[in-house]
């Protein structure tokens, strides 16, 4: 059965994260953002969502597991942050309803939600530049960045939230990144 553990980065949806890779028959478990890489056993990661890049423990050498990872939200900015991207405050703010338009119908994470859909997300923060291997894979009215991807070293990351119900083919989001971790 694949396992996907889903770090804890403190935010408030973590806890749904966790439900939606469980109901969909996956192995999972929350682990605070602290874990000892080294305890980690998992055929992928999501880092959750979370208010403050500076409280992020161990994501960085997460990323280093050689697994799959799926960043949301803060999840993603880190990823971006660590590896050379650029991450700043969003002209946006808070929670909303936002169309998000899919560029890569290629992309394993979210190409199968071309050409656009809805999701809820927070653009308190969100990454102004991607790291070099990585591409742009959607883009909203309100954040150049809404998902990229470095397919090559399997590191995905989403600025909204595919765990709630306001996103429309959350669910989807996750299939696929099984999909990846499964591959």
Not at 21 to 36: Q, S, W
Not at 72 to 87: N, P, S
Request: aromatic share 6%; proline share 5%.
């Amino acid at each position: 059965m694949t396992r996907i553990v889903v770090v804890d980065n403190h935010g408030q949806f973590t806890h749904l994260e966790h439900r939606a890779l469980r109901d969909m028959g996956v192995e999972t478990e929350i682990i605070d953002n602290t874990t000892p890489p080294e305890e980690i056993e998992a055929d992928g990661l999501v880092l959750s969502g979370g208010p403050d890049i500076e409280d992020i423990g161990n994501c960085a050498d997460y990323l280093e597991l050689d697994v799959p990872v799926l960043g949301i939200c803060l999840g993603m900015q880190v990823i971006a942050d660590e590896l050379g991207g650029r991450v700043g405050g969003g002209e946006y703010g808070g929670y909303a309803d936002v169309n998000v338009e899919i560029l890569d119908e290629e992309d394993p994470l979210v190409g199968s939600l071309a050409p656009e859909t809805r999701v809820w997300a927070s653009h308190a923060d969100e990454v102004k530049e991607v790291p070099e291997g990585f591409a742009r894979t959607a883009t909203s009215d309100v954040c150049g960045v809404e998902a990229m991807a470095d397919p090559e070293r399997d590191l995905y990351g989403v600025q909204w939230h595919p765990e709630v119900a306001h996103t429309e083919e959350g669910e989807e989001v996750f299939e696929n990144f099984r999909a990846i971790c499964e591959a």
